[in-house]
């Protein structure tokens, strides 16, 4: 069964640092591409950051680039989204997701994903 269990989430001051982490199983990340996307009270589900099955293709929501960065370890089975210079506005639920024809390329639509995760809270906060 695939299953897709994100960590690492929190209250953070403006300025600070988080790293998240999505732990996959019943899948290898060899083929499959992994998206990390976030939601806001009241607004739309938006990608934050992607990475490729092949690994060599990630993509940054223009919002984020310079700030984040995604990551994975094989061996672990895990991707993880660090997250620097934290603002306010990166509040949100972030949720990682998992696209079984994403080897070459990854995309930010949420569409394109077939398994998600649970989702872990990021909250940005003095």
């Known amino acids: 069964q695939l299953q897709l269990v994100e960590s690492g989430g929190g209250l953070v001051q403006p300025g600070g640092s988080l790293r998240l982490s999505c732990a996959a199983s019943g899948f290898t990340l060899d083929y499959y591409a992994i998206g990390w996307f976030r939601q806001a009270p009241g607004k739309e589900r938006e990608g934050v950051s992607c990475?490729?099955?092949?690994?060599?293709?990630?993509n940054y929501l223009d919002s984020v680039k310079g700030r984040f960065t995604i990551s994975r370890d094989i061996a672990k089975n895990t991707v993880y989204l660090q997250m620097n210079s934290l603002k306010p506005e990166d509040t949100a639920n972030y949720y990682c997701a998992a696209r079984p024809r994403g080897f070459r390329n990854c995309v930010l639509s949420s569409g394109e994903y077939d398994y998600w995760g649970q989702g872990t809270q990021v909250t940005v906060s003095s």
């Open positions: 990475i490729s099955g092949s690994g060599g293709s990630t």
